[in-house]
C-alpha cells in the first residue's frame, strides 16, 4: 500500500504506469509508458514518482461498548511517509444514550414476537395478531348466532397443534392485548430514564431485564 501524494489517496497495488515520451526509428515523438514496482523503489524514487511508503500503526484494543477507535492520517513530507494511527476515545454521553435507546427497541421487538401462554410460546407478530383477531371474530360472531364452535386448533412457536376451548382462546387475545401493552409502556418508561440519565453510572443501571 502506497500514499499517492498529488490525489492525497491510498494506492492498494504495486504497480504504477508512468507517461512518458519516446523516440521512435523514424525520430518521430509518442507516447509511451513506463513500468515502475514501488515496492522496488527507494524513497528518492518514489518521492519522484509522487509516492509515499504507507506505516500502519497496530489496532489497539479498546471497550466498544464506551469506547470509540479513531483513525488518523498524517504525510510527513520530510520523511515522505504516510502514517496511520489511532486513538481511543470515550464515547460521549448522549451517545451512549443512543446506542442505550437502540438496545432497549431491539429487546422490545424481540419481545413483541412471542407471548407464553397455555405452558407453550405463540408467535404474536403483526401477521399472527391479524389471524388471532380474525379467529376472535368468528367466535364472537358464532356466540351471537349461536353457532356451535366447540374447540380452536392452534399453532404454538414450534408448530405444535394446542386445543383452545372458545373461552381459552378469547382469555387469550385478551393476554396478548394485555401483554403488548404491557411490553410498550416498560419500553417507554426505560425510554424516559435513559433520555434523563445525567451520568454514565446511571445509564448503565437501566436494564430491562433488571426492571420489575
Known sequence: MFYDIENKSLKYDDIFLKDTIIINEEGQKEKAQDTYFLSACDDKLLKELGFAKVKEEET?????????????????????????????????????????????????????????????????????????????????LANLNNTPLESIAWIDKDNKIITFSKEEFLEFGVSIAKYTESIIFKNDELRNKVKNATSLEELNLIAWESEK
Open 60 to 140: 489497539p484494543s479498546f471497550d466498544e461498548k464506551t469506547e470509540e477507535l479513531h483513525q488518523i492520517q498524517n504525510y510527513d513530507e520530510e520523511k515522505n511517509l504516510y502514517i496511520i494511527s489511532y486513538e481511543i476515545k470515550e464515547k460521549t454521553l448522549e451517545k451512549l444514550k443512543e446506542l442505550k435507546l437502540e438496545e432497549l427497541k431491539a429487546i422490545k421487538e424481540q419481545k413483541l414476537l412471542f407471548i407464553p401462554f397455555k405452558d407453550t410460546i405463540f408467535q404474536i407478530d403483526t401477521e399472527a395478531k391479524i389471524n388471532i383477531s380474525g379467529k376472535i371474530s368468528e367466535i364472537m
